[in-house]
Structures are given as structure tokens and as C-alpha cells.
């Protein structure tokens, strides 16, 4: 009852700041012009949106599949592919996209896998995933900061700020996992904040941060163990974080705008940026962020501002509310398989028992 309250609370969220996107819009933009403008796309590149994100949505999970089919035999393919695409609706109704993983461990609770092994399946994924949106930014900032920034100062700062914060994490991680030495002295900190009454909250964290650092630093050494299924696991997720950052480049084409194939490249890096610099907003799938940083991101390519907005809604309908619907459908997908197996194994033991 408890989950699908947070569920519910969590969705409700999510529409008030739809609304509150939507009134954005209407007021930095003129609605008429912009409605034309996405009614009247090229519906050959609207489809070739559509299979892209198929192809996302049928790769991305697989990433996860490996890892959770590597060392969980008792988890069928069918059962693991739907825990993990629910991941795209728990990620997508939750502030920094905190509520996937929680309920996957929930999930594969229910097909007998221990907490601990569960952690550790995720955890591997989570390190696989930091590390190559890490890498995906330092080839973006590399090749096109200037080129992105230069005509749009004004998210210099933001952008910056979004992708130290994500580097700073991936260190972190990586300082854990590596160093028993670098646990322990945050513990120690921690334990010293603590003497100070401000922090005496910090109290009862001091534990969960210590089994939290446990978890990364067996992740890791399962990554070193299962090298091969992880190999495997990240080239998918690369082509994955491919597919889904070349999108827009066929919105651009479906409104009309002509652009040639060598901006491809240039496009995605574009996307990689307007994500990476709003991972701190504190919104389901950064709502509101998101949307402003992407079309101020997307208004660089000499687009004026209707044509902007009008890409994002595009972009955002396809990168976020179908995927979270789809994510959603998984879910329901799940529930309704492990229901009927509760039903088959209460009804089996009645029988045994008769």
C-alpha cells in the first residue's frame, strides 16, 4: 500500500509540474505557432523517432538482463527483462531518478534473491552507467563547450556546475571502491560532523553509508569477476546512450530544418549536454530543468524561439513521457506474473496439503 501511495503522490507530482511546463510555454512562446509547427512535421522522421526508441527500449533493459541473469539463474528472462524496463516509470516519477533501483530490489526479493545480491547487480549497473555518462560528457565538453556555450553564456555556469557534480559522484564511487582507506576516513568525518549538534542527524546515516560503501566496493569486485558479461552489459548501454542522444537530430529533421548528417555527432552532443547539466534539480527526470536547458541548448543552432520549444516537446514526449509510460506498462506487466504465481504456489500448497 505504502508503494503505491508514493506511486500515486510521486504521478500527481509529475502532472503539476507538466502543467506548470505547459503554462511555461504558452507564456515564453506563441502556442498557435508552435502547435503548427509539431502538427506539421515530417511524419518519415517522426517514425524513424518511434523505431530509434523502440530500439532503446528493447536494448537498454538487456544491459541489466545480463547482470542480473549472470549470477540469478532462479529469475527468468521474462521476469528480468520486465523488473528492469520498470526502471524507465520508477526512475521517471522520482527525484533524481532514485526510485528504480529500490523497487528492483523489491522485485527480485519476490523471485528469492537475496537483498545482498541484488544490491550488488545494481550497483555493478549503476558504476557501468556513471562511468559512461562520465566519459560521454568529457568527449561533449572537449569537442563542442565553445561551440555550444558561445552564443548562450548564460548556461555556461549551470552546465559546468551539472557535469562537475556528476564527476564529482563517479570520483566518489570510484574512491569507494578502490579504497577501504577513503571509507574509512568519511566515516571518521561523519563521526566528527556528528559531535556538532547542527549534525547530530547525521547520526543515524553513519551506518547506511557504511553498507552503502560495502556495496560499491563488492560491485566492484564483481565487475573484475564477471568482466565478460560486463563487457557486454556496457557496449550495449553504449549503444543505447547513442540511440537516445541522436533522437533530437531527427526532430530537428522532422521540423524541417535542414541539417546535414555530419551534425550528427554535434547533435548528440548537444543532448549529452542539456542532460548532464540538470542531473541536480531536484524533479522527477529533472522536469522543468530539462526543458529549459534544452531548448536554450537547441536555440544555439540559429533556431528561433517557437521552433525551440517545439523540438523540446518533441524531444521530451519521446525521451521521457512515452518511455515512462512504457516503463509503466512493464510494471503492471510484473505485478500481474508474480500474483499469479503467489496464486499458483498458495493453491499448490493447499492441494499438497489436503
Known amino acids: 500500500m505504502t508503494n503505491k501511495k508514493k506511486i500515486i503522490t510521486n504521478s500527481i507530482l509529475l502532472l503539476s509540474i507538466l502543467i506548470f511546463i505547459i503554462i511555461m510555454i504558452v507564456s515564453f512562446g506563441d502556442i498557435k505557432s508552435i502547435s503548427d509547427t509539431v502538427f506539421t512535421a515530417d511524419y518519415r522522421y517522426i517514425l524513424v523517432m518511434v523505431a530509434l526508441i523502440i530500439v532503446y527500449l528493447i536494448i537498454w533493459p538487456i544491459s541489466l538482463v545480463l547482470l542480473i541473469r549472470g549470477g540469478n539463474k532462479q529469475i527468468g528472462r521474462r521476469d528480468s527483462y520486465l523488473i528492469s524496463s520498470s526502471e524507465f516509470f520508477f526512475n521517471g516519477i522520482t527525484p533524481f531518478s532514485s526510485g528504480g533501483q529500490p523497487f528492483q530490489v523489491y522485485a527480485m526479493k519476490q523471485k528469492n534473491v537475496k537483498i545482498s545480491e541484488s544490491t550488488s547487480i545494481l550497483m555493478m549497473n549503476f558504476l557501468i552507467y556513471q562511468i559512461l555518462i562520465n566519459v560521454f560528457s568529457a568527449i561533449a565538453i572537449s569537442l563542442y563547450f565553445n561551440s555550444i ?86 557496449i550495449l548501454k553504449i549503444i543505447a546512450l547513442g540511440i537516445y542522444y541522436a ?108
Open 149 to 234: 556555450t558561445r552564443d548562450n553564456p548564460a548556461i555556461i555556469g549551470i552546465s559546468i556546475f551539472g557535469f562537475t557534480m556528476n564527476f564529482l559522484m563517479l570520483l566518489l564511487l570510484l574512491a569507494l571502491a578502490l579504497s577501504k582507506k577513503v571509507t574509512q576516513w568519511i566515516h571518521n568525518f561523519l563521526a566528527w560532523l556528528t559531535k556538532f549538534k547542527i549534525f547530530h542527524w547525521l547520526e543515524n546515516k553513519i551506518d547506511s553509508f557504511d553498507e552503502y560503501a560495502d556495496e560499491v566496493h563488492g560491485a566492484f569486485l564483481e565487475i573484475g569477476a564477471k568482466w565478460k558479461t560486463v563487457l557486454v552489459s556496457t
Open 247 to 354: 533522437i533530437p537530430f531527427f526532430g530537428l529533421l522532422a521540423l524541417h530544418i535542414e541539417i546535414s548528417y555530419e551534425y550528427l555527432f554535434y547533435v548528440m552532443s548537444m543532448t549529452c549536454f542539456a542532460m548532464t547539466m540538470v542531473v541536480w534539480i531536484p524533479t522527477p527526470g529533472a522536469s522543468g530543468g530539462a526543458e529549459f536547458a534544452f531548448a536554450a541548448i537547441f536555440a544555439t543552432l540559429a533556431l528561433n524561439n517557437d521552433m525551440a520549444l517545439s523540438l523540446m516537446l518533441i524531444w521530451r514526449f519521446f525521451s521521457y513521457y512515452l518511455i515512462m509510460i512504457y516503463g509503466f506498462i512493464c510494471y503492471l506487466l510484473f505485478e500481474r506474473s508474480r500474483k499469479k504465481d503467489e496464486n499458483r504456489n498458495i493453491h499448490g500448497h493447499v492441494l499438497s496439503t489436503d
